[in-house]
């Protein structure tokens, strides 16, 4: 019985061997590839792309035949199939499946179309011989004398038919390709296109009844009256034109403007109270595009005020529905999540309305490409709920043509998800870190495990938002603590890597995330473990470690090619700029550290920071209005400030800050006045806020008044705010904000 047992297992080793397929043998090679004569581009695309990777593997050019006359052959495209694999080809659901297919001495790559076999040959040379495109810049191209794959049938189906990691690599075609992402090709016009369609610069003035009735009165930047029948006759007239220009175009998006500020009008109104829902004038309104451009794909948002599904009304068959998660948290996945449950309703809802849906899901933190953003875990969770629920186009927003924490594992991990949401996520992350980081990957691995880690365990209470900032997060993940074990990790990582240029390349930009989150929590939260601010002689000081490492991140930055460190495309020089700023500010020796302070009227209590002593913490506001600023909706600042004696004033300064997008407006005026007895005070400086600059950009913008020998006890400080939003404003008629931050004397 034994002597049986083993011929099994000596037969069964043979069988293992005589089932690989040669495709290159140096000393002897009987390979060529077959591709048919009147072949796609794509195929001979295919053809010359494994002909390029074998040479590159070993140095032995295989010849490109239209027909078979060696040993081995691969062949490229379905007409090769025998009648069972096509077959089981057509029998897929969705035109780029693929199959690979080994028969004998033949290997088979064939897609349902041309730009399957192009799957396929980059499928085998990743998946059976190693190879490996990490960015838009770097390859792994393993050496092999002997280059052979094991017997395969394999059919090959994507989850989804439209595919997009939204990061660097959608833009670079082979990247794209390697990875299946699909192509905006199609896209005749794409998101928030009402302006587009309708500038409010051509049709305001002498149309304004087709433009949003809000609080009273028709915006040019809000959206559009949807009950209007001209503006809908104009609507198709100019979406008419545009599809004229590109005719070969499918999809054609006609959707809301990225702000609220929706129609407010009875007849709007109307359809909303019909529909159930402010979205179902969105649906009708592409409904009747849709019928008159039955051979077009209409798409339009569900998205902010819109996402709610609408009752009584159906998108038409040719109306594509997409559905964004701009609101969502990122620290447990969207179903095991309390503060998602409204979301997953209304995807469950939109989903019995229609198939046509591609969801927008955003995987990136905006306000800060650079900090950790750890939100793998919810990655696959996430994709396959849309996918349960009849998604049938996914949209990953990154950071785009930017670079972001992790973003290169992230864009792989991502691009695997969308084709089979069913694969081992961990095993992709740890075989990608393992290639992209040599001997840094135990060092760099650890520094994910612990940082997921942390997040994962208050994940109930903290929010992973995508407009956060590092600060945010210094009671999960970011602890200054945790900080500085992930720099002993990246430093780790360099040394273990030191003498290789490459893998310490990728080490530098990866940790230039930790580098800037330990730099950014240092300048917005006070600890006693992480500090910009050291004590020279009794006097604050600027911490020379902490600049050179300022100065090391902006290197590195460069080194590496991260020109970015948000969305509105801020730069690590102009960051290091308005620390040093900042920092420059915070050492001053204040003479209000001591002196009582009173508000005439209380802070909103929407942005708490403590009280009136915030304004002299030592803690400057950021460029962010949630933490560190002192708020005022619609009403002045006016503070007391009593000195407690009579002292000798040079100089008096503060910062406002302007962020006109979330109605954060300069005051109009500050006004200084002093006395000698705390009730009766004078004028004596006055400085005129410049609210001209439209521009959406947030600014930190200091105030200075200058006051040679003044020499009081008492002060009161006057920002009158211009109480409401201006007449230009998409918010006009509401209230407007001041925010105020570290008032320091000289």
Not at 205 to 217: I, K, N, S, T
Not at 639 to 652: A, G, H, P, V
Request: aromatic fraction near 12%.
């Amino acid at each position: 019985m034994k002597k049986y047992s083993l011929f099994l297992l000596i037969l069964s080793m043979g069988l293992l061997v005589t089932a690989q397929h040669t495709l290159v043998n140096k000393s002897q090679n009987q390979t060529q590839i077959v591709i048919a004569r009147d072949a796609d581009s794509l195929s001979l695309k295919a053809a010359s792309e494994l002909q390029y990777y074998l040479l590159e593997m070993s140095g032995v050019q295989i010849p490109i035949v239209h027909e078979a006359d060696k040993v081995h052959s691969v062949f490229i495209g379905r007409n090769f199939l025998t009648e069972q694999q096509t077959n089981r080809l057509s029998s897929a659901s969705e035109e780029e499946s693929f199959i690979i297919h080994t028969d004998e001495n033949a290997l088979f790559l064939a897609g349902m179309e041309p730009m399957g076999d192009l799957y396929a040959v980059y499928t085998l040379l990743e998946e059976y011989l190693d190879c490996m495109f990490y960015t838009v810049d770097e390859k792994f191209i393993p050496a092999k004398n002997t280059i052979v794959v094991d017997n395969i049938s394999k059919l090959y189906e994507p989850a989804f038919p439209f595919r997009v990691p939204h990061f660097e690599g959608r833009w670079d075609q082979d990247f794209s390709r390697w990875h299946k992402i699909s192509s905006f090709d199609q896209w005749g016009m794409f998101v928030h296109t009402f302006h587009k369609l309708i500038p409010p610069e051509l049709y305001f003035d002498e149309y304004p009844e087709y433009f949003a009735l809000v609080d009273g009165r028709r915006l040019k930047d809000g959206q559009l009256c949807l009950s209007n029948a001209g503006l809908m006759q104009l609507l198709i007239a100019r979406l008419g034109e545009e599809i004229d220009k590109q005719p070969e175009k499918k999809y054609w998006s006609v959707s809301q403007n990225d702000c609220y500020n929706y129609c407010e009008c009875n007849e709007c109104e109307k359809l909303y109270e019909t529909y159930g829902s402010i979205s179902g004038a969105y649906v009708d309104m592409s409904n009747q595009i849709a019928k008159v451009f039955p051979d077009k794909q209409i798409s339009t948002l569900a998205y902010q005020f819109t996402r709610s599904a609408p009752t009584h009304i159906k998108p038409h068959d040719n109306v594509n529905i997409m559905f964004c998660s701009i609101e969502c948290n990122r620290s447990q996945p969207l179903t095991e999540d309390p503060r998602s449950q409204g979301f997953v309703k209304e995807m469950k809802d939109w989903s019995k309305l229609t198939d046509n849906i591609f969801a927008w899901d955003y995987v990136v933190q905006f306000k800060n490409y650079l900090c950790p953003f750890p939100n793998f875990h919810v990655l696959q969770s996430n994709i396959q709920f849309f996918k349960e629920h009849g998604v049938n186009m996914m949209f990953q927003q990154g950071s785009g043509g930017s670079w972001s924490d992790l973003s290169d594992v992230k864009q792989y991990l991502i691009a695997k998800l969308l084709w089979n949401p069913d694969l081992n996520a961990d095993s992709v992350v740890n075989h990608f870190m393992s290639s992209y980081y040599g001997k840094a990957a135990p060092f760099v691995r650890a520094y994910f495990k612990m940082s997921h880690g942390a997040l994962i365990a208050c994940q109930e209470t903290q929010n992973l938002d995508i407009y956060g900032f590092p600060v945010f997060y210094v009671n999960a993940h970011l602890t200054p603590e945790l900080l500085i074990e992930y720099q002993t990790y990246m430093d780790k990582a360099e040394d273990a890597v030191a003498d290789d240029s490459t893998y310490l390349l990728r080490v530098l930009k990866t940790r230039l995330a930790i580098d800037f989150a330990f730099l950014d929590v240092a300048l917005n939260h006070k600890s006693d473990v992480l500090s910009w601010i050291t004590d020279e002689n009794g006097k604050s000081a600027i911490s020379q470690e902490m600049l050179t490492k300022l100065d090391r991140l902006v290197e590195i930055a460069e080194l590496t090619g991260v020109e970015t460190i948000n969305e509105r495309r801020f730069k690590p020089e102009a960051y290091q700029d308005f620390t040093i700023r900042k920092l420059q500010w915070q050492i001053k020796d204040n003479l209000l550290k001591d002196a009582h302070m009173q508000l005439e009227y209380e802070a909103s209590h929407k942005y708490p920071v403590g009280g009136v002593k915030a304004l002299t913490d030592g803690l400057l506001g950021g460029l962010d209005y949630r933490f560190n600023w002192m708020g005022f909706e619609g009403e002045d600042m006016i503070l007391s400030i009593d000195l407690k004696k009579e002292i000798r004033i040079n100089k008096l300064q503060m910062n406002f800050l302007k962020a006109v997008n979330s109605w954060i407006f300069l005051p109009e005026q500050i006004v200084l006045e002093v006395s000698e007895d705390g009730v009766n005070y004078r004028q004596i400086a006055v400085l005129e806020g410049d609210n001209s600059d439209r521009h959406y950009l947030v600014k930190s913008i200091p105030c200075i008044f200058d006051i040679p020998n003044t020499k009081t006890r008492y002060l009161r400080l006057k920002a009158i705010s211009m109480k409401t939003n201006p007449e230009w404003h998409r918010g006009f008629g509401r209230p407007s904000w001041i925010f105020i931050d570290e008032l320091i004397a000289e």
